[in-house]
């Protein structure tokens, strides 16, 4: 009930088009998802995050869809730019202190020019 | 602005050394602070939290130990490191409040010998 399950493992866009990862959860204690973005060899980078009240958050050309009958969320990336490659993670956590994000295993995306 | 440092960046050690691992947060005060440690293709696993000077949780029994003997750093140590111990070890901070993102450093890359 802790696991958070990421798809797909990678994904292949051309540039310009629409890159969407998924992530489903189990545990309704969950209030928080954000989605960090990883280069390699750097630490995770907080990119949006969204809580259950609304279905969808945008910024700039990233945006969270968020389904919380189905308990399901995914990114969705506009206008996929080369510079957009890297490793993304879907995270969860009923947001209190001390307790961890749990992280789906990330998806791998690759833009190709 | 809040800044997260740790060091070293990489680090290369023999099976049965001992380890010492630094996080230092600045421009905040009371963080909750967090090690991970990620694994290819696994997400990142929590390993240790804390919430003030001297408390420490473990979420995974382990050849590992963190301590916490400043408000701002957090160390992560072993006496005998193992070659399981390999992996990318990140230091996170959050607010006190828990209700915020959590904030990642740039890791450090340990390898065993």
């Known amino acids: 009930q802790q696991q958070v399950k990421q798809s797909p493992q990678s994904l292949i866009v051309q540039k310009g088009g629409i890159s969407i990862i998924n992530c489903a959860y189990e545990?309704?204690?969950?209030?928080?998802f954000p989605w960090y973005q990883q280069f390699p060899g750097k630490g995770p980078a907080l990119l949006i995050a969204?809580?259950?009240?609304?279905s969808e958050k945008k910024e700039g050309r990233f945006t969270i869809s968020f389904n919380k009958s189905a308990k399901q969320f995914s990114l969705h990336i506009m206008d996929s730019q080369p510079g957009d490659s890297a490793t993304y993670f879907c995270?969860?956590?009923?947001?209190?202190?001390?307790?961890?994000?749990?992280f789906g295993k990330g998806t791998t995306l690759s833009v190709s020019s | 602005s809040q800044t997260i440092h740790q060091w070293p960046a990489t680090l290369v050690q023999p099976v049965g050394s001992p380890l010492s691992l630094e996080c230092t947060v600045e421009?905040?005060?009371?963080?909750?602070l967090y090690w991970y440690r990620q694994a290819a293709g696994r997400g990142l696993q929590l390993l240790f939290y804390?919430?003030?000077?001297?408390?420490i949780s473990s979420e995974v029994p382990q050849n590992l130990s963190a301590s916490r003997p400043q408000d701002r750093q957090f160390i992560l140590s072993s006496k005998k490191l193992l070659l399981s111990d390999s992996g990318f070890y990140l230091c996170?901070?959050?607010?006190?409040?828990?209700?915020?993102?959590?904030?990642f450093g740039d890791g450090t890359r340990l390898s065993i010998l």
């Open positions: 996170a901070w959050e607010d006190r409040d828990g209700l915020g993102p959590q904030h």
């Open positions: 545990n309704t204690a969950f209030d928080y």
């Open positions: 969204i809580r259950p009240d609304v």
């Open positions: 995270a969860a956590t009923p947001n209190q202190a001390g307790t961890a994000l749990i």
């Open positions: 421009g905040t005060s009371n963080p909750n």
């Open positions: 804390s919430v003030g000077i001297g408390q």
